[in-house]
């Protein structure tokens, strides 16, 4: 009903017709319950408000509420539908003591048993009783009919319990009902929470598949509503991590930054598997720097300031450092990634940490396990089936296992070579970090580079012609970059069949990824800088991709790509290249007069 129509036959109306319009606006949607019980109140039919106030408690804002309460006279405040919604206030100021003497009343009434079980639950989380917390939502959900709102909430709450104590089975099961209930009841956005707790819960057991097909039904979900959430592209990047997809998360996370501005808690998130991502990259001072810039004081919640301690405890097991991981790992509490580290470090039994990842149904440390005691076969059902990508990458678990990998064409499949060519070249590869400097020639580099950008490898003639045009013995010098290459690795990555030069492990290349690449500091990155003399054709055309790339997001993105280049200008002045890019942006956008301004500082600097 209209709200002037409302108004206007306010006092006229008898009170047949004022339930009559109550119950119209209560089905009518979520936001005319308020209105609706103000006309009931205004008929004088308290007894009513209250139970159709508890009836959709879940739609009723707490300005309502309070106004209702105001309105119930002496004789009504036994009833139980008052005390349950007093109760609900009490627990919403944080009187908790008075909340659960409410509650406790209400639950008398048997249509509100079931609420005010889940009421109970909040009361006693927010008093730090998480026990008691989850028998009453258990009773609430017993109690509560199939496909209600109370139900899907109820299961909800149980999930989310569940989850923080680490039975990821049961807080999986309970999510899914949870996010089927809401579903069938048409609540999206609670949809959408359902969802990332069972993905978490998948996440935590492993079966990342699963959770990676969650994780996305939720942000379609929340993309549909306009409501991205940060954390959601975290816990995605995490995975992708997990699965050695190094260029994924950083897609994930590069998506994750834009949403977080203004939450604190998915920043610090964000930037610890930030930081983890360097470690595996290669970039191991540049995720330090990131642990270090992060804030640590007193408002940092526990979970995270663990979850950075445990990276930085990698960080000091892949440098090297031995006593300062035992250090950090010592400030931690027990946990399976706690485990892990210190089986990793040789200071627990692998069979420990199997018997731990047994019973929480962790299948990655159950994986590592398995590997570190040589049972190989195993454990090639979980690679197969979740491809544990993040294990190949780990220097003390690689090990292990290289040396098998030679023989092994199964093995081999799961050791990829990452190799980094938008600034200074790298390549991580079983654990290990490698630069220009680890080979014996640039040639040798520059050969790795050429056969990492085709699978099907290169004729030995034309890579003897292409980098050693004017050499007597070019045959020579190819046999020697390969011996090179492959003393260098520790195994023999590079093989040469019927005049084939190819990989025998697989290869990702960053450069491959820029028609793709959303990271705007990377595709401001010189390419191959070390090696152009050598590769001028690769350069020139990786040039013209990334040109491409970037006018792409220039058209998409033009506010964030200008932003951008305002503030990399503002440090580096002379970077003519980037400045010329921010004023051809300027001119499509139509600001003529900042593209001018930006053009004569551009003619100051090519004077001087």
């Known amino acids: 009903m209209p709200k002037l129509l409302r108004l ?3 006092g006229t109306s008898s009170s047949q017709e004022a339930r009559q319009i109550a119950s119209c606006l209560a089905k009518a949607h979520r936001e005319a319950l308020g209105e609706a019980i103000a006309t009931l109140i205004e008929a004088g039919l308290i007894e009513e408000a209250l139970t159709l106030g508890a009836q959709w408690t879940d739609n009723l804002k707490r300005s309502d509420l309070e106004r209702l309460l105001w309105a119930v006279p002496e004789a009504l405040k036994d009833h139980p539908a008052y005390a349950y919604l007093a109760g609900r206030l009490a627990r919403q100021s944080g009187h ?5 003497e409410l509650l406790q009343k209400a639950q008398v009434y048997e249509p509100l048993k079931a609420a005010s079980w889940f009421e109970l639950g ?4 927010r008093a730090q009783m998480p026990g008691k917390a989850k028998k009453a939502w258990e009773e609430a959900l017993r109690l509560s009919p199939g496909f209600s709102l109370l139900r899907g909430k109820a299961a909800h709450n149980l999930a989310g319990h569940y989850l923080s104590e680490g039975v990821f089975s049961t807080a999986e099961q309970y999510a899914e009902e949870a996010a089927k209930t809401f579903q069938v009841l048409a609540y999206p956005e609670l949809e959408a929470e359902s969802l990332h707790i069972r993905a978490l819960s998948l996440h935590s057991q492993g079966r990342l598949t699963e959770a990676e097909q969650n994780y996305q039904k939720a942000m379609r979900i929340l993309a549909e509503l306009g409501r991205p959430r940060s ?8 995975l992708y991590i997990l699965r050695g997809e190094l260029d994924e998360a950083r897609k994930a996370l ?3 930054y834009q949403f977080a501005t203004g939450d604190p808690r998915a920043m610090g998130y964000l930037k610890v598997n930030h930081a983890w991502l360097c470690l595996l990259s290669g970039a191991i001072e540049e995720g330090e720097n990131i642990l270090r810039s992060m804030s640590t004081g007193g408002s940092e919640e526990e979970e995270l300031k663990n979850e950075r301690t445990l990276v930085r405890a990698r960080l000091a097991r892949y440098r090297g450092d031995r006593e300062e991981a035992l250090t950090l790992l010592g400030d931690l509490p027990p946990s399976l990634a706690r485990t892990m580290e210190l089986t990793l470090l040789k200071e627990a039994d692998p069979r420990s940490l199997e018997e731990e990842a047994s019973k929480q149904g962790s299948l990655l440390e159950l994986t590592a396990s398995l590997l570190l005691q040589g049972r190989i076969e195993e454990a090639y059902p979980f690679l197969e089936r979740e491809n544990f990508g993040v294990l190949f990458l780990d220097p003390d678990l690689a090990d ?6 030679s023989w092994d064409e199964r093995l081999r499949r799961f050791f990829r070579i990452y190799i980094y060519g938008l600034g200074t070249f790298r390549i991580t590869f079983a654990g290990r970090r490698y630069d220009l400097g680890s080979f014996p020639t640039r040639k040798a580099a520059a050969l790795l580079v050429l056969l990492s950008l085709t699978r099907e490898g290169f ?3 034309s890579l003897e012609e292409k980098l050693w045009p004017e050499v007597d013995n070019p045959k020579g010098n190819l046999a020697t970059a390969v011996y090179h290459i492959n003393r260098t690795f520790g195994t023999r990555v590079v093989e040469v069949r019927k005049g084939i030069v190819f990989l025998r492990y697989p290869a990702s290349v960053d450069l491959l990824t820029l028609d793709s690449a959303t990271d705007l500091p990377s595709l401001s990155k010189p390419i191959l800088p070390e090696l152009k003399d050598i590769l001028p054709d690769e350069v020139l055309l990786f040039e013209a991709k990334r040109q491409k790339r970037f006018e792409t997001l220039s058209r998409k993105e033009a506010a964030r790509v200008a932003s951008y280049l305002e503030s990399l200008l503002s440090q580096e002045p002379f970077a003519l290249e980037e400045r010329m ?3 051809a942006l300027y001119e499509e956008l139509g600001q003529k007069h900042i593209a001018e301004l930006h053009r004569k500082r551009l003619d100051q600097l090519l004077k001087r």
């Open 96 to 100: 908790l003591a008075l909340a659960t």
């Open 122 to 125: 909040l009361v006693w989380l």
């Open 400 to 405: 292990h296992l290289l040396p098998l990998s």
């Open 459 to 461: 004729p030995s003639a």
């Open 581 to 583: 890019r921010l004023i």
């Open 8 to 10: 206007a036959i306010r």
């Open 254 to 256: 590069d998506t994750g």
């Open 231 to 238: 954390l959601l592209f975290n816990n995605l990047a995490e």
